[in-house]
């Protein structure tokens, strides 16, 4: 893997002699799509960036958020497709070191880690099971043993991932505003670079997640350390806190070569390093070996020369290396040397600004067909299908995913994962509301509504706990930019999610683009991946147990919208259809009255209405309650649909409101006020999940026995197949 | 009243502890690097849990070579009450305060979830405010979990009532149910689940009263409140 020709005569040009083999490797992996977003940064620039809440500062690798009280929250997102796709365990593992790393890198410690896995067909596919199994290990074992809680993410299966995994990881941080790094460096100032040994793991990383999946090359994977990073955590606090950190960087893709460049560009000083300085774990390294690879659990330290001491002494208590690697300097240069020979000397500014593309884009022509629905199989039992629905893997709980996760270290866990957000209780007595969403089979029918619709979910789902959506973090994964159809899908997603979030102002504070996922049997479908955090002031609203007599209450119409839907695609084996589409009035209307019945103390608990629709949200009801209820469908307001659509369209901007009888004249007065789309549609009782319409019995199922398939079918799959 | 929080690197409930003592139970609290010596004076020494040494090897064995053991040996001699939880449980059996020994759980997985114990010995440090067999909804969070004894040591802990907690059901597999043990004189404790993780209500979906008992009842015994 190596520059392009027209990117090697640019360089030629830019320095006026040929490149030496140590500079063409440090150009090559800055200039790789993964370090430079070379096709996307021209585009990016669309999404929303700032805020009220929004703090920006130099060289941070993760969004800061201003939560009040001197606090702030950092987040970020990452992933890590072509090691996981190779070696699920360690792929998956590093990718989660990779964004703690990040959040380190702004001072803050991290407190939350979310994932979203998505993998090809489990049940027929073993590779597909064997992937997901150990990439959930590799997961757990790493999060687990640092101490930082996973509290919340999705899984996913879907055969356009056949042979090949998205393992994405977005991580959050908090601290006091005032212990930020402010990232700075002056002349004479040390370069130390801390942590785990530079080995031969992880060689050109970042080039080999910027092609198509062709090779397993494990060579690029990179090997998992959890205890080193513990330890790099508690060292980098411990120096933040007696102040010893000038400016700070995580090595990920690129190594030390886009690390180090990086750094000084941004802080517009030149660095002078010494390859011999690097503490390595095997001998007889090349320097260029040494300036590619990606090794974990390095991080990049530049500080004062009196502060060197006190630092080293940190190092010393955990154990971990530290080596003085290099110094700052006042040219702008990157100059790589090993001991007195120069290997590479550029200018920074060159190094990580690649020629941005402006690639084309043309609507794929398989669009132009796929809302036209065909003549589905009719069903004459509900109650089987439904069953068969809950067994259904991206139906079933994703218990044996999460439980396999520490998610309650660090005690801040206040709504635990298996419901729709996860919330975390916050120093300032405020609360931090966040999920991430993704839906790659409306994506495929529609990138742009169906991107919209994970940004809405996403914000639904944290409406549900009472928090107020005040930040978005956006992984764009998608196959070959080169390809014209497969860039056009990127441009209408990232337009759609720019759009929602210029309406409802909430500002895009990090991000991440993943291209070139395709295996040889094609490009995955569009996968955009959309996190929200949202705040809640006061007090979330946590699920309180649903008992007998309680109301059932829908906000929000059910629209014929099944393209992409659970129900279209895994009962009746069709894609197509047209996808669910966010109507932004709507939803900004509904999503303001719920915040406001939940201050109001009106509820139980509200729940988002999403994947598998209206009948798969109330079973889930049901189940996590153990109560029956019984459903009218004819009392679901929206236009007049045939049952099925009912039951399994997925609709945006709805919620399942729960609650005591006793508020419901309230509750109704309220929703009529703000004229939002509602009804009553159900009542708890006894022990079946009951749709009926008018006299007819469409679903009667007994809600233990529906609760037991849905929370062992995922487990059964994966161990027994 | 001291009470002494040991960090092995790789420690990660340290923090959690910490401030369930300070904050919610108003203990002495003090952090004690693992290199570090206890004082003389102290009078409690708790354990916590996380993964030191990266639970390398098999979890516990490598802290309980850590210096700071030798003190805690010479505390536990001197029946001051030490608690181990989870990782500190782990590192209590491998140092040979406690019976037993800790294996990988049956589903060969990491478990996090809520669980019951029921408390089989009112008599120790940390239990001395619960009702015999009262019920504690408590959570675990461990890779190797499962306690184990052979038939013997079961029977010699049944009859030197050194079974502190059991759970209501078959979790792990471990022996006998048992989810915490003590030494033979009773001052010495460990435990898998997590006391600190359950003492505020805010974050147990339950009822945070039972496990609060557990701190509670080692302010009874240090003679802060009767």
């Given at each position: 893997m190596s520059l392009e020709p027209q990117e090697l005569a640019e360089l030629k040009l830019n320095i006026g002699r040929d490149p030496t083999s140590t500079e063409l490797q440090i150009v090559a992996a800055e200039w790789s799509e993964h370090c430079s977003y070379k096709s996307s940064k021209k585009h990016l620039k669309m999404l929303p960036m700032k805020g009220p809440l929004v703090i920006h500062e130099k060289g941070y690798d993760s969004g800061v958020l201003d939560v009040g009280n001197g606090y702030v929250v950092t987040a970020h997102i990452e992933s890590h497709n072509h090691p996981s796709a190779v070696e699920p365990y360690g792929g998956a593992a590093t990718g989660v070191g990779g964004v703690i790393r990040d959040i380190l890198s702004a001072g803050t410690r991290p407190i939350a880690i979310l994932n979203g896995l998505r993998f090809g067909n489990i049940e027929t596919d073993k590779h597909a099971r064997w992937l997901f199994k150990n990439a959930v290990t590799g997961i757990a074992d790493y999060g687990n043993c640092l101490g930082v809680p996973t509290i919340g993410g999705e899984v996913e299966f879907d055969d356009c991932y056949h042979n090949y995994a998205l393992v994405d990881v977005a991580a959050v941080g908090f601290g006091k505003k005032k212990n930020l790094i402010k990232n700075h460096a002056t002349n004479g100032d040390l370069v130390v670079l801390l942590g785990g040994s530079t080995g031969r793991d992880g060689m050109g990383g970042s080039q080999f997640a910027s092609d198509s999946l062709e090779s397993e090359d494990r060579s690029a994977v990179q090997i998992p350390d959890p205890f080193i990073e513990k330890l790099i955590i508690e060292a980098i606090l411990e120096a933040r806190k007696q102040k010893l950190i000038n400016a700070m960087k995580d090595l990920g893709g690129g190594g030390l070569s886009c690390a180090v460049s990086e750094i000084a560009n941004t802080l517009e000083v030149g660095i002078e390093m010494d390859v011999d300085m690097v503490h390595t774990r095997e001998s007889n390294m090349h320097p260029d070996e040494i300036m590619i690879s990606e090794s974990q659990e390095r991080m990049l330290i530049i500080t004062s020369k009196t502060k060197l001491k006190e630092l080293q002494k940190i190092c010393k208590k955990f154990r971990i290396s530290c080596s003085v690697i290099g110094h700052v300097k006042s040219d702008n240069q990157m100059h790589v040397k090993k001991g007195k020979k120069t290997f590479a000397n550029l200018p920074t500014d060159v190094i990580v600004n690649a020629t941005l593309l402006d690639l084309p884009s043309k609507k794929p022509v398989y669009l132009k067909t796929i809302e036209k629905e065909k003549k589905l199989r009719p069903i004459f039992d509900y109650s089987k299908i439904m069953m068969n629905f809950l067994a259904a893997p991206n139906i079933a709980s994703k218990i044996w995913v999460y439980g396999q996760y520490d998610h309650e270290v660090g005690i801040r866990t206040v709504i635990k994962p298996g419901h729709d957000a996860s919330v975390l209780r916050l120093d300032n007595g405020k609360f931090l509301s966040v999920k991430i969403d993704g839906n790659p089979k409306q994506c495929y029918i529609n990138p742009r509504e169906g991107a919209i619709g994970c940004f809405e979910e996403a914000c639904r789902n944290v409406v549900c706990t009472g928090a107020k959506p005040i930040g978005m973090l956006d992984h764009l994964q998608f196959g070959n930019p080169k390809d014209p159809e497969i860039f056009w899908t990127f441009l209408e997603s990232l337009k759609g999610l720019t759009d929602f979030a210029n309406h409802f102002k909430i500002p895009c504070i990090g991000g991440k683009v993943s291209l070139y996922n395709e295996t040889p049997a094609g490009p995955i479908k569009p996968t955009p991946l959309i996190g929200v955090l949202g705040l809640i002031d006061k007090k979330p609203l946590i699920p309180q147990r649903i008992s007998d007599g309680d109301c059932l209450v829908i906000v929000g119409d059910t629209k014929d919208e099944m393209g992409g839907s659970e129900y279209f695609e895994y009962i009746h084996k069709f894609i197509g259809g047209k996808c669910p589409s966010v109507n932004f009035v709507e939803s900004k209307k509904n999503m303001k009255v719920v915040l406001k019945v939940i201050q109001s103390q009106l509820l139980k608990s509200v729940h988002d209405c999403s994947k598998g629709g209206l009948a798969v949200a109330i079973s889930e009801l049901c189940m996590t309650n153990q109560i029956g209820c019984r459903i009218l469908l004819e009392n679901v307001p929206g236009e007049k649909l045939d049952v099925d659509r009912i039951l399994f369209s997925e609709s945006h901007s709805r919620y399942l409101l729960t609650l005591d009888k006793k508020n419901l004249k309230k509750l109704e007065t309220m929703l009529k006020k703000s004229k939002v789309s509602f009804k009553l549609i159900g009542k708890f009782r006894g022990k079946k999940i009951q749709f009926t319409k008018g006299t007819k019995s469409i679903i009667d199922l007994r809600v233990d026995i529906a609760q037991k398939t849905w929370l062992n079918s995922l487990k059964d799959l994966v161990l027994h197949g | 009243m001291k009470v002494g929080v040991v960090v092995f690197p790789g420690s990660n409930c340290d923090r959690d502890m910490y401030h369930v003592l300070t904050d919610v139970f108003n203990f002495d609290a003090q952090?004690?690097?693992?290199?570090?010596?206890?004082?003389?004076?102290?009078?409690?020494?708790?354990?916590?849990?996380?993964?030191?040494?990266?639970?390398?090897?098999?979890?516990?064995?490598?802290?309980?070579?850590?210096?700071?053991?030798?003190?805690?040996?010479?505390?536990?001699?001197?029946?001051?009450?030490?608690?181990?939880?989870?990782?500190?449980?782990?590192?209590?059996?491998?140092?040979?305060?406690?019976?037993?020994?800790?294996?990988?759980?049956?589903?060969?997985?990491?478990?996090?979830?809520?669980?019951?114990?029921?408390?089989?010995?009112?008599?120790?440090?940390?239990?001395?405010?619960?009702?015999?067999?009262?019920?504690?909804?408590?959570?675990?969070?461990?890779?190797?979990?499962?306690?184990?004894?052979?038939?013997?040591?079961?029977?010699?802990?049944?009859?030197?009532?050194?079974?502190?907690?059991?759970?209501?059901?078959?979790v792990n597999g471990s022996s006998n149910r048992i989810a915490g043990v003590c030494n033979e004189e009773g001052n010495v404790v460990g435990m898998m689940p997590h006391p600190e993780r359950a003492v505020e209500s805010e974050i147990n979906p339950v009822d945070n009263k039972p496990s609060s008992l557990i701190f509670e009842s080692l302010l009874v015994k240090m003679g802060v409140t009767n």
């Open positions: - | 952090y004690y690097w693992h290199e570090k010596s206890l004082p003389k004076n102290i009078d409690a020494v708790i354990l916590p849990g996380g993964f030191s040494y990266g639970d390398r090897l098999r979890a516990g064995v490598i802290a309980a070579h850590s210096p700071i053991i030798k003190d805690v040996q010479k505390m536990a001699e001197k029946g001051i009450p030490i608690l181990g939880v989870c990782n500190g449980f782990q590192i209590l059996v491998e140092s040979g305060l406690l019976p037993g020994v800790l294996l990988k759980n049956e589903s060969l997985n990491f478990m996090c979830k809520w669980t019951n114990l029921i408390v089989e010995n009112n008599k120790t440090p940390f239990t001395n405010q619960f009702k015999l067999h009262a019920k504690i909804p408590i959570p675990i969070a461990n890779g190797e979990g499962r306690y184990f004894v052979d038939d013997d040591t079961l029977k010699q802990l049944k009859k030197k009532n050194q079974i502190v907690f059991r759970y209501t059901q078959v």
